[in-house]
């Protein structure tokens, strides 16, 4: 690349010597969450990754793709840019997890008005700490340079995360029934959704996002950056101590109400006790500020369970003891019922 540069595209405000020096920052980061199946290593035109299918009768690739969303602009105001890269890698992780699939590798998509290699640095970070808490390997991504598109001091952040799972081991619901009992694993607050109604409801003063707020123990700012939880590790100790997992949900937008019911089949309802579980302090102010009846606060947050289980009732108090030695708080919040409503919250 010493030879790479162009006077007219700089003058257009893309600085390609930027996204050299950005690359030589990210690569010893992205090289540390290597694992096994990585082949070659970052600068070409594809990740590459040979996965481990030794044992499997019919291997099933999982993939998951999203971003951080409005969430990014809390950390524009707070100038932190190092744990919003933990919330994509989360929010893609967790949902494949929700198929019985392990992530092998995940890859980024970072887009900025102007690049700035010590930012993109703080971002890479993040997502490097999000590939390690997964037991992913971070294996490529792209970093777009977008003048006009994005102010100087904005990105946007994405990626995608693909996992492995054999058929006959996938989590798909199908084993539900009547008299099973939910398992609600605790959320790190809001986690990475929702941030449009947040910021709407407590605004965008700088000031106030640093603002130490007593009820939240820290600065009102730091309590919305608190990074998504990463469940992977939750599910691949359940299963590999034995117990079964019958569905799996990962709560983002919409709440308990709406992805509950993504993991039931017809005829069986959740009925989930919303008093079975502490609501963080966050739902709460954010509730009260914004005068937002319970049920829309249900319909769109957490509200502190970020991963839901379906377990046998037989199998609770072992699931609780695996669970409590991966670092999870878990609480039983509810069984499945006969029912057509998908999910009850009483």
């Keep these: 690349m010493k030879n790479?540069?162009?006077e007219s595209y700089a003058a257009a405000g893309v600085d390609v010597t930027a996204g050299y020096e950005a690359v030589n920052r990210i690569k010893p980061l992205v090289e540390?969450?290597?694992?096994?199946?990585?082949?070659?290593?970052?600068?070409?035109?594809?990740?590459?990754?040979?996965?481990?299918?030794?044992?499997?009768?019919?291997?099933?690739?999982?993939?998951?793709t999203d971003g951080v969303g409005t969430k990014l602009k809390i950390a524009f105001l707070?100038?932190?840019?190092?744990?919003?890269?933990?919330?994509?890698?989360?929010?893609?992780?967790?949902?494949?997890?929700?198929?019985?699939?392990?992530?092998?590798f995940f890859l980024d998509y970072v887009a900025v008005g102007r690049n700035q290699p010590e930012r993109v640095e703080q971002i890479v970070a993040g997502v490097t700490e999000g590939c390690r808490q997964a037991r992913c390997a971070l294996i490529g991504g792209e970093t777009a340079e977008m003048p006009g598109m994005y102010g100087e001091e904005e990105y946007d952040l994405a990626g995608f995360a693909v996992g492995l799972v054999d058929q006959e081991?996938?989590?798909?619901?199908?084993?539900?029934?009547?008299?099973?009992?939910?398992?609600?694993?605790?959320?790190?607050?809001?986690?990475?959704?929702?941030?449009?109604?947040?910021?709407?409801?407590?605004?965008?003063d700088p000031d106030?996002?640093?603002?130490?707020?007593?009820?939240?123990?820290?600065?009102?700012?730091?309590?919305?950056?608190?990074p998504t939880h990463i469940y992977v590790r939750a599910i691949k100790c359940l299963r590999e101590r034995g117990v079964t997992v019958k569905a799996v949900s990962h709560i983002t937008g919409g709440g308990l109400y709406e992805n509950v019911p993504r993991m039931m089949k017809e005829g069986l309802t959740a009925?989930?006790?919303?008093?079975?579980?502490?609501?963080?302090?966050?739902?709460?102010?954010?509730?009260?500020?914004?005068?937002?009846?319970?049920?829309?606060?249900f319909n769109t947050f957490n509200m502190g369970i970020g991963l839901v289980i379906a377990i046998p009732k037989e199998e609770i108090g072992h699931a609780k003891d695996v669970l409590a030695l991966a670092?999870?708080?878990?609480?039983?919040?509810?069984?499945?019922?006969?029912?057509?409503?998908?999910?009850?919250?009483?």
């Design 271 to 297: 009925v989930i006790d919303t008093t079975a579980f502490p609501i963080p302090p966050i739902f709460e102010l954010i509730a009260r500020k914004g005068s937002i009846p319970t049920r829309d606060m």
């Design 327 to 346: 670092g999870e708080k878990a609480y039983i919040i509810g069984s499945i019922a006969k029912g057509a409503e998908g999910v009850i919250l009483k």
């Design 32 to 64: 540390s969450t290597y694992t096994d199946g990585v082949l070659g290593t970052l600068g070409g035109f594809g990740g590459l990754f040979a996965p481990d299918v030794e044992g499997m009768k019919k291997p099933v690739l999982v993939s998951g």
């Design 169 to 204: 081991k996938m989590i798909d619901g199908s084993a539900l029934q009547e008299g099973d009992l939910l398992i609600g694993l605790q959320s790190n607050g809001l986690h990475s959704n929702g941030f449009s109604l947040v910021r709407k409801v407590l605004g965008e």
């Design 4 to 6: 790479s540069h162009s």
């Design 208 to 226: 106030v996002l640093r603002t130490h707020v007593p009820e939240l123990g820290c600065a009102l700012g730091e309590e919305l950056l608190k």
């Design 78 to 104: 707070m100038n932190k840019h190092d744990t919003v890269g933990i919330d994509c890698v989360a929010m893609c992780v967790n949902d494949i997890i929700c198929s019985g699939a392990l992530p092998m």
